[in-house]
């Protein structure tokens, strides 16, 4: 009889582990199943189509269709083969005019005989001015072809934009990871004493400034990182590589942008919308790299795949 009650009572206490072992199986399926239930993917699918919608825009990246360096003196331009620089366009006259760059001082001026249309107004010479506060740049504009002045690193450029691009004309759709909801994130931000100006190289190799608030100390995927901040308005923008990078996202970076931190310094960070830069899309573009800190040694699964099926743009050809 009592070696019965002892086999009782063995067999009551696995029974009683079996049910604690699945109660606590319950809890964590629970759980998780929560924390997939409140991440928003309608608020997500929405920055996705918003992202389409600017980046197809008149102004967008995918309406780029040029970048062409000035050299001091005069450059002449037009579709003419034979021009400085060589605009292949059907709209843009096989003589174009002159832009002459004087230091920062930047000029144009028509052929004998024709008008430009400057800010959609004809003229035949006028100052070709960057944007500056809330003044855009000066716009020359022909039928769907358009040029304006821009800074590229420390060099002068004229940006090409053409509402008939192939990029924007043969657009399909981006690629985009599945939703992953363990890739939304909190990190601590720690401000700078004072914020700092870091000068950043971009793929052409130009160095161009960018402003420092401080840094922000997140664990993703089981790896943590201290990750350099820039500037972007009210708002944080990392700008970071990982090891999807290898295979499946742009080879040089992605981009996140966050809110401002709150005020106990936590930030969110969702790489859920990690986007790709302009130069993931088109060659015409420039795009800093990611600094030391934010090249990140985890595959983070989460947000814009690569555009192109090759693994790298074809900004390079820009470097000359």
Not at 113 to 128: F, H, I, R, T
Not at 148 to 166: E, N, T
């Amino acid at each position: 009889m009592t070696g019965l009650t002892r086999t009782g009572r063995t067999a009551r206490m696995a029974y009683m582990t079996l049910v604690k072992r699945m109660s606590l199986l319950l809890i964590l399926l629970a759980t998780s199943a929560a924390a997939q239930g409140t991440y928003d993917e309608t608020a997500l699918k929405a920055f996705r189509a918003e992202r389409e919608k600017v980046l197809l825009a008149d102004n967008g990246w995918f309406t780029v269709a040029g970048l062409h360096f000035l050299n001091p003196g005069d450059n002449t331009f037009g579709s003419d083969p034979l021009n400085d620089i060589v605009l292949e366009f059907g709209d843009v006259p096989k003589q174009g005019g002159v832009i002459t760059m004087n230091g920062r001082d930047v000029t144009i001026k028509a052929p004998d005989g024709q008008m430009l249309s400057y800010n959609g107004a004809p003229v035949k010479e006028a100052p070709l001015r960057l944007a500056e506060g809330r003044r855009p740049a000066d716009l020359i504009t022909y039928k769907s072809t358009s040029f304006f002045l821009h800074f590229s690193g420390p060099r002068l450029a004229i940006r090409v934009r053409d509402q008939k691009a192939p990029l924007r004309t043969g657009f399909t759709s981006l690629k985009w990871f599945p939703v992953n909801a363990a890739m939304k994130v909190t990190g601590k931000f720690t401000p700078l004493a004072t914020p700092r100006v870091v000068q950043a190289p971009t793929i052409l190799g130009d160095l161009e400034p960018f402003t420092v608030p401080g840094h922000v100390a997140v664990t993703i995927g089981g790896k943590s990182a201290n990750m350099e901040a820039w500037r972007s308005g009210e708002r944080l923008w990392f700008v970071f590589r990982d090891l999807t990078s290898a295979d499946a996202t742009y080879p040089s970076a992605r981009f996140l942008y966050t809110d401002a931190p709150a005020a106990d310094g936590t930030v969110t960070l969702d790489f859920n919308r990690a986007q790709n830069p302009p130069c993931a899309y088109n060659p015409w573009t420039t795009c800093p790299l990611p600094p030391s800190a934010n090249k990140l040694a985890v595959r983070i699964e989460a947000g814009e795949k690569r555009y192109h099926a090759e693994a790298t743009s074809t900004a390079a050809v820009l470097k000359k």
